[in-house]
Nanobody, 111 residues
Framework: QVQLVESGGGLVQTGGSLRLSCAAS????????MAWYRQAPGKQREFVAA???????NYGDSVKGRFTVSRDNVKNMVYLQMNNLKPEDTAVYLC?????WGQGTQVTVSS
């Protein structure tokens, strides 16, 4: 079993910043690729960012240049730094690893 817990969401104004965290625990015996997704009401789940086992990163087109993913392998933590937030970024943000999902953390951006 793997457990993922997201935190750091909140309510911010357009142009503001937030840093999300995802803590992984359980049956983790090596470094794993991890990813961030988001889901807004009435919309399809959207890919946000990912980091491979080698540290390479990928970003969705809508967040490229504004969001940055990073990780701490010793602490089994992955982070998502979100800058220049827009109302369309409003969603529940979830982290994923090896088919496991966290509960998500709500990000709301007001205009």
């Amino acid at each position: 079993q793997v457990q993922l817990v997201e935190s750091g969401g909140g309510l911010v104004q357009t142009g503001g910043s937030l840093r999300l965290s995802c803590a992984a625990s359980g049956s983790i015996f090596s470094i794993n690729a991890m990813a961030w997704y988001r889901q807004a009401p009435g919309k399809q789940r959207e890919f946000v960012a990912a980091m491979t086992t080698s540290g390479a990163t990928n970003y969705g087109d809508s967040v490229k240049g504004r969001f940055t993913v990073s990780r701490d392998n010793v602490k089994n933590m992955v982070y998502l730094q979100m800058n220049n937030l827009k109302p369309e970024d409003t969603a529940v943000y979830l982290c994923q690893m090896k088919g496991y999902w966290g509960q998500g953390t709500q990000v709301t951006v007001s205009s």
